[in-house]
């Protein structure tokens, strides 16, 4: 009984997180799209999807290779792994458009934003 119960609740929070992630990702998205020129989110669903795009690249990426797309998480590696994901984002949805500049820009204050969003971001 008491195994369920500890199952349950651990598939509730994987669920809160992936959702909490979801949810940060959209914000520092949405910040690092304002501040940064060549980069530009024509609407709210395009911002949602790029969101979930980019946390399905980051958790893939992470899954089969180890290494998490976080400009002060990896070093250069995490900083280029992160303009590369930023970058490829705008192929899947219409709505997000980038150029390789903005991408190495937005890297950088993705980097910075996701740094002060409260929370483990970590999934």
């Not at 304002?34 to 024509?42: C, L, R, V």
């Not at 990896?74 to 980038?98: D, E, M, P, S, W």
């Amino acid at each position: 009984m008491a195994d369920s119960q500890s199952t349950s609740n651990s598939s509730t929070s994987t669920a809160w997180q992936i959702i909490g992630r979801l949810v940060a990702a959209g914000i520092v998205l949405a910040i690092t799209a304002f501040f940064t020129p060549g980069f530009s989110i024509d609407n709210f669903w395009a911002l949602a999807i790029a969101a979930v795009v980019l946390t399905a690249m980051d958790y893939l990426i992470a899954k089969f290779t180890g290494i998490h797309a976080s400009p002060f998480g990896k070093g250069f590696v995490g900083f280029a792994l992160a303009a590369i994901i930023l970058y490829v984002t705008q192929f899947f949805v219409a709505g997000y458009t980038i150029s390789w500049v903005a991408a190495i820009i937005g890297a950088l204050i993705y980097g910075v934003v996701d740094y002060f969003i409260p929370g483990n971001q970590q999934m």
